[in-house]
């Protein structure tokens, strides 16, 4: 659930417990933030009951370790070309990080652009151990259903994020597409 007021995607706080209330259980809701306040974060999660938030701006691990132990974080770095493993390397031993979002370095906007990531340059950081000792890897960037299967195979992520890949028009998703992309990602991890 987006709470970033410049997305076409963003949803208000009684928007997001109408989605809650009719989640599955053992579904986990996340919250995604782009710079916003520490103070803002926690009143937002505790308002809707969140555990887990994605933090897709500049946030540093000084500001992840601020909203520990309420909430547990995935924080999207920018994946840009020679520079990733150093991008990386500050967010070894963050308590409360449970997941590295990889996100295209190739735009200023944060996330559902549509711009595919340089696949090359996270396979190129794995293979010279840059995740070693940090949460586990969730590809993002240009993801649609015709290209998530390869990047499964390919990066092996613990997870994949999706946005403007499985929409008809921007903000409007399509259950066609988003059938497909699961039936994709399913196919690709069990091989």
């Known amino acids: 659930m987006i709470f970033h007021p410049a997305s076409p995607r963003n949803i208000s706080i009684e928007r997001a417990k109408l989605i809650i209330e009719q989640m599955a259980p053992f579904v986990t809701p996340v919250g995604v933030f782009v710079d916003a306040s520490t103070s803002q974060i926690k009143e937002t999660a505790n308002a809707i009951g969140l555990g887990v938030v994605q933090l897709s701006g500049r946030e540093t691990p000084d500001d992840v370790a601020a909203i520990a132990p309420l909430l547990r974080v995935i924080k999207a770095i920018r994946v840009v070309r020679g520079a990733l ?41 794995q293979q010279a151990g840059a995740f070693e000792g940090l949460p586990p890897l969730i590809a993002a960037g240009g993801l649609k259903p015709e290209n998530v299967g390869d990047v499964v195979r390919r990066l092996w992520p613990v997870a994949v994020d999706v946005s403007s890949g499985v929409e008809s028009e921007r903000g409007v998703k399509s259950q066609e597409k988003i059938a497909a992309f699961i039936q994709n990602v399913r196919d690709a991890d069990m091989k």
């Open 85 to 125: 493993a150093s991008a990386l390397q500050p967010w070894r031993g963050v308590p409360n990080l449970v997941g590295l979002l990889m996100e295209p370095g190739t735009t200023n906007e944060p996330g559902g652009t549509g711009v595919a990531n340089d696949w090359d340059e996270v396979i190129a950081a």
